[in-house]
């Protein structure tokens, strides 16, 4: 039985039903304190079919870790061991932020979601740094990307200093970067994903980085709730700006159009953003004619799932939700359920059957 399985038997057998009885945040602390607990041991190599080479970086396979699970990267080893093929890390803030008054995450077990309005708690960057430093000293087999948002305090115009701050400190740790401008939860965060805001913004962050901090992949995370016409301008205008990728997408904060009806505020994710996250994926590929590697996510619960966000055009997909209703040993199903999907199909790598259902 390899280790993964046996974490796998631990959390069917009684810890979901434990996590599942706490309050959503608790039973999320106490999963990130026990992943950062497991002895360290190395994942079985991933077969050649599913690696994938973007940017220069070697992924290993194409499931990556969502953002918000691991804010302030504190179980990094736990991703690699539970076979993830890079994990993105954040919201990390410049300097250290409460969030949102508790209680802040719902679940919503009848449609396999997560309702959050968090507002990116965050121990600020200062208390990120040590820890990638520490483990990439010690060796990490797995891309780590560094997903930022601004503090809740900062006042527009100095958004842009916030995330030149987030560049200067943490890009030459990263293997790429994710500028979070999507987050339903920062107030006044979305309107960054207007082409000409993001255009000023990009201008002023490359103004005031340096060339070192500036020398990694810059990704754009977007939101599912773009009106069609706004999220072609947005990938003209990442195109023309030279935006190396496209996170498609955050939560959302409709409700009814998705079939789920709660009276909690916040941006939702899981299943139900599955189908809306796949038609921002063949939007975004086909508008930019693959021009934009697109890290597909949301709604991702099984190996079909992730398979046919690949179809779709994502190079890419992370997950976060479906690892909290299917357990720990849905990145090792979804990996050996893609090789077989390859297989049948008759392809010999992930990147030959990126965006073919377009
Ligand atoms: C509790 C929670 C917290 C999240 N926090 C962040 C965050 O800090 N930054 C971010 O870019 N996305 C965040 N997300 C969004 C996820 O990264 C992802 O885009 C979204 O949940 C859709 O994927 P999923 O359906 O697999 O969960 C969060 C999601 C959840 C459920």
Redesign the pocket.
């Known amino acids: 039985m390899s280790p993964v399985s046996i974490i796998d038997a631990i959390y069917r057998l009684f810890l979901k039903r434990c996590l599942f009885g706490c309050d959503a945040e608790r039973a999320h602390r106490m999963t990130l304190r026990m992943l950062a607990a497991i002895p360290a041991f190395t994942p079985p190599r991933d077969g050649p079919e599913l690696g994938i080479k973007l940017w220069g970086i070697d992924f290993p396979n194409p499931i990556g870790l ?3 699970m691991d ?1 302030d990267a504190v179980a990094i080893r736990g991703w690699e061991m539970l076979g993830f093929g890079f994990a993105e890390l ?2 990390i803030t410049p300097r250290p932020q409460a969030g949102n008054e508790i209680p802040r ?1 719902w679940r919503v077990p009848e449609r396999r979601a ?1 309702i ?1 309005r ?1 507002g ?1 708690p965050s121990k600020g960057m200062e208390a990120v740094a040590p820890r990638i430093k520490r483990i990439r000293k010690a060796g990490i087999s797995i891309p780590l990307a560094l ?1 930022f ?1 601004p503090n809740s305090d900062t006042p527009p115009e100095g958004i842009a200093a916030d995330y030149s701050a987030l560049i200067e400190r943490l890009g030459p740790l990263a293997d790429f970067i994710v500028i ?1 401008v999507s ?1 339903p939860n920062t107030p006044g965060l979305r309107t960054w994903e207007s082409p000409e805001k993001m255009s000023e913004l990009f201008a002023a962050v490359r103004e005031h980085t340096s060339e070192s901090a500036r020398g990694r992949p810059v990704l754009l ?1 977007i939101s599912p709730d773009l009106e069609r016409n706004d999220l072609f301008r947005i990938c003209e205008t990442a195109l023309a700006l030279g935006i190396e990728g496209i996170v498609a ?3 959302t904060v409709a409700r009814e159009v998705v079939g789920v009806s709660s009276p909690h505020p916040g ?1 939702l ?2 299943r139900p ?1 599955l189908i809306r996250t796949r038609e921002l994926i063949r939007d975004i590929y086909t508008h930019t004619r693959g021009q934009i590697p697109i890290i597909g ?4 619960a099984s190996a079909e799932d992730a398979w046919l966000h690949i179809r779709a055009g994502a190079s890419l997909v992370e ?4 690892l909290i209703y299917e357990g720990p040993a849905l990145v090792a199903r979804i990996k050996s359920g893609l090789a077989d999907l390859l297989r049948s199909g008759g392809f010999r790598s992930i990147s030959e059957a990126v965006g073919i259902d377009r």
Do not use: E, P, R
């Open positions: 969502a953002a918000g804010k954040g919201t995450i997560l959050n968090l990116f997903n948002g979070n987050s995370k997408c955050n939560t941006g994710s899981g953003i996510v949301g709604g991702i997950l976060y939700t479906g």
